[in-house]
Each structure stands twice: as structure tokens, then as C-alpha cells.
């Protein structure tokens, strides 16, 4: 099972990015010692990468931190994908 998490952005944890950094942390620890193959992104790398339905076929979960309009909007195209 492979399972994408997408990190927030500094600019968007104000007085909070060592909480924020600490959670998505937490969160990917508890993923990968189950066994489950993790990819992570930052926003902007989430926004270069080639995700269509094509390339994500084997992803089952997406965990995302990101409250970049941009993200959130490529996040909602690939929901409409599957």
C-alpha cells in the first residue's frame, strides 16, 4: 500500500511550525512502522509532481498538513479521479 503525506508550508504554521513539523512527523513514524511505504512532499514539490490518476494508482491514502489553495485544489482533482 503506498500512501503520500503532504507537508505544511512554514508560511502557513505561524507559532506553530515545530508543532505542525512534530504531528506530520508523529503521523509518518506510526505509517512506516506498520509497514506501509510512505512518499512525503513539501507543498511546493506536492504541486511539481506528475499526480494524475495514472501515476497514483497504487496510492490508497494521501495525508495532507497543506493549507495551500493550490495543493487543496490539486488535492480535490485527484479525489474526482478516483
Known sequence: MQVIGIKRAVK????????DATIFQMVADQLKAKGIQLQ??????????EN???????TRLI?????NPD????LKSVEQDF
Not at 12 to 19: T, V
Not at 71 to 74: A, N
Open 12 to 19: 502557513h504554521s505561524p507559532n506553530h511550525i515545530n508543532n
Open 40 to 49: 512525503t512532499y513539501h507543498e511546493h514539490e506536492f504541486l511539481k509532481a
Open 52 to 58: 494524475t490518476a495514472e501515476t497514483l494508482r497504487d
Open 63 to 67: 495525508f495532507s498538513m497543506s493549507r
Open 71 to 74: 495543493v487543496l485544489s490539486r
